[in-house]
């Protein structure tokens, strides 16, 4: 009896030693570098399947981007909030007023080849409902004015120095903000692509844009895309990217 239970002691060591090494094994390989960016690629398949950047061109979208920035209140809220009985387009056309069909302003000063646009990240997941999906936005404008008079010679929104009167044709980008339930997936780049591609449909070789020196999240964003920093104003960075319709840095 006991040289059976001698035996049964060492078949259980045996066992936990091989089950252990199986374990060892497994999670050394796992974590290997190399393993890592087949994983990370999988990721961002499946986060582009659920993904898309569309340019807004209705007044339906362009209410989302603000309700987006905070500005304006989602057509649900408006018609919870209001006892008179609206429709869903007729929200939108009170809460849009001086917008026309296409997302635009009406009231446009300047030259209609520099009116903004608006590029949006619009998402499939749910929980963001009240921007139906938007998730992501950024700003881009047309400047092809060369000489600006000194009152309106300011920056941001305007992407030029109050100590000179000239500017370079470039395109502006501003307002580049992606929802923090779903930043650090590529939302940013995607949308900082798009606007380089819209440049490019412009004809525009240099994109300009302001960023606040103490976020350094955007501003290494920024960098990997081409961007440099230029010069230092209020505490903000100009950064410009040239090249952009040869699609170098």
Sequence with gaps: MRGLSVLRFFRVTATLLLVQRSIKAWTSCSLRPQNRPRLMSLNLAAHERTIAIEQVSSKARALDVFVFRGFQVSVAQFLKENEAEWTEEQAIDELMKGYDDKGDPVKWQESPDELPVHFVAISQQEGVDDTNGVVGIVRAQACNVKNIPLDKAIRPPASVSP??????????????????????????????????????????????????????GPIQLYQAHGFTVQEKMDGEYKMIKNSVKSGGK
């Design 163 to 216: 100590f000179t009167t000239k500017c370079d044709p470039h395109i502006y980008l501003s307002n580049l903000c992606v929802d923090s339930r779903v930043r650090r997936q590529g939302i940013g780049s995607a949308l900082l692509l798009k606007v380089m591609k819209y440049a490019r449909d412009m004809s525009q070789d240099q994109i300009v844009l302001w960023v606040d020196c103490k976020l350094l």
